[in-house]
């Protein structure tokens, strides 16, 4: 970082492309969750080349990607292999469908890599193109087991607030979001939420330990108000990711298994973000020792390098299923030859050279440190806080009595756009700063990240000093 050809924030305007892109882009590409007024008026940044951890943009910037893509480069950008078997795949069978009584060799080997790391009792697989769809498999996976034994009222999944499962109606609906929520109508009919196990909003006077029952407990009670005998299931993410990398006070997972059995409730781990290394363990329900019947799987399966999703079934559901009859559903790119022959080989990457595991007995503890240190005494951060590579503090008013700024939110987003400005992706949700970079960051990467995080949130707070 001391390299001023690294982190340049002079815009260099070198490239007569970038303003033409940005003119199109404007003039033609409708962009996800994004206000087009704002971002037209400023046009968007173009992003032209990965490598590592790093990002290159059109006018040449190095930009360190503390979000690895949208939580999903997990393996970092520019694996070749990963390159080739997508180019080997598309020579050999670019696309062919597993509906009527085929199957291709792709969809067979990842099938087999991913049940194999998975947990216990996870030996089958439903293909999706993305975590979503794999939500929405969920739901309709649900309803059908439960019909199957009989029970066709049990319908509905509880979900919480600030929950993320994805943008397709039912994913939407299943997550928690009310500005989601505004658009349309949703949650669809079937969806119940309850309160967010975030101890630092929500605990009041109580220990994380006595809130992660207090929030458990809200499960029972909506399943009691609703009625056993129409609650389908309960799902939740390990860790909270796009709702701001909300961690679970350790209380907290055992007592809603303990509620799920108890009233005999499916349990669903949305692992979109959480699978494949991200909290230092294959899965977050690996980390927390949580026994799920549905795990939704997306992101980092691929790395993102292709979109693909899915669900793993345990045995236990799989067995019902499977003797039912047609389950109707699946889509034209279930099990994509090409997608599945990239996620075979991402996994192979992670296991062959122990990427998971190096990270969790070397770098990460290193970076655990490393973040509490720049961040736990400074004042204008709080619930300073990291599980595998997730990284996030909040902004807040005053530290003694978790006081929290009016308009957080805005803050945030201005601190954003600091992080932007300096060549640092993090994400702003609500008032949190978060990050979630690739797990193959090296020590002397961590030092890069967490120096910029903490010179970005300084400056940040010099601005508000200012105003
Ligand atoms: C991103 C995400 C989804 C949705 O995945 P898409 O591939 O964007 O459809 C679902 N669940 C969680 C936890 C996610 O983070």
């Known amino acids: 970082m001391n390299n001023p050809l690294i982190y340049s924030t002079t815009p260099r305007n070198g490239n007569p492309e970038t303003q033409r892109w940005q003119a199109l882009d404007a003039a033609h590409h409708l962009h996800p969750f994004s206000d087009a007024a704002s971002l037209n008026a400023k046009g968007s940044r173009v992003i032209t080349k990965g490598d590592g951890v790093y990002l290159y943009d059109s006018e040449g910037h190095k930009i360190f990607d503390a979000m690895s893509g949208l939580w999903c480069v997990n393996v970092g950008y520019g694996r070749k292999e990963l390159a080739d078997a997508a180019y080997q795949q598309m020579m050999e069978l670019p696309f062919y469908n597993t509906f009527f009584k085929t199957t291709h060799p792709p969809v ?6 991913v049940t194999k790391v998975a947990p216990q009792g996870f030996n089958h697989i439903f293909y999706t193109n993305s975590g979503s769809e794999g939500n929405d498999t969920v739901i309709r996976m649900v309803r059908h087991y439960w019909a199957c034994l009989g029970q066709p009222k049990k319908k509905v999944i509880i979900s919480r607030t600030n929950a993320y ?7 939407a609906s299943l997550s928690g979001m009310n500005y989601m929520h505004e658009q349309g109508d ?4 079937g969806i119940a939420h309850i309160e967010q196990p975030y101890w630092y909003a929500n605990g009041g006077e109580l220990s994380p330990e006595e809130y992660g029952i207090k929030a458990a407990r809200a499960l029972e009670n909506k399943i009691l108000e609703l009625g056993v005998e129409n609650v389908a299931a309960f799902i939740g993410e390990p860790v909270q990711g796009a709702g701001g990398i909300i961690i679970p006070p350790t209380t907290y997972w055992p007592e809603i298994q303990r509620i799920c059995g108890h ?6 781990a949305d692992e979109v973000i959480c699978g494949f290394g991200r909290t230092g363990e294959w899965f977050g329900s690996d980390y927390y020792g949580i026994k799920p019947h549905l795990m939704t799987i997306a992101k980092g399966l691929s790395s993102g390098y292709m979109p693909i999703g899915g669900v793993l079934v345990h045995d236990s559901i799989a067995e019902v299923l499977m003797e039912a009859g047609d389950f109707n559903h699946g889509f034209t790119y279930s099990g994509h030859p090409v997608a599945c022959a990239v996620a075979a080989a991402n996994i192979r990457l992670l296991q062959r050279e122990r990427i998971i595991e190096k990270m969790k007995s070397d770098v990460m503890p290193y970076a655990h440190q490393r973040w509490h240190d720049a961040f736990d005494d400074h004042p204008l951060v ?6 595998g590579y997730f990284f996030a503090v909040t902004l807040v008013e005053e530290k003694a009595s978790r006081k929290r700024f009016a308009h957080g939110d805005a803050l945030a987003l ?10 640092l992706i993090m994400r702003a949700t609500n008032d949190s700063m978060i990050s979630a970079p690739p797990l193959i960051m090296t020590r002397k990467q961590v030092d890069e990240f967490v120096d910029l995080a903490r010179r970005c949130i300084d400056e940040f707070q010099e601005q508000l000093a200012r105003r």
């Open 263 to 268: 009233y005999g409730i499916l349990l669903i």
């Open 382 to 387: 709080d619930d300073v806080r990291c599980l």
């Open 165 to 171: 499962h994805g943008s397709t109606i039912g994913g």
């Open 186 to 189: 949703l949650p669809i009919p």
């Open 108 to 113: 067979v080997e990842l099938s087999e890599l």
């Open 414 to 423: 201005q601190c954003r756009d600091v992080c932007f400005k300096n060549n």
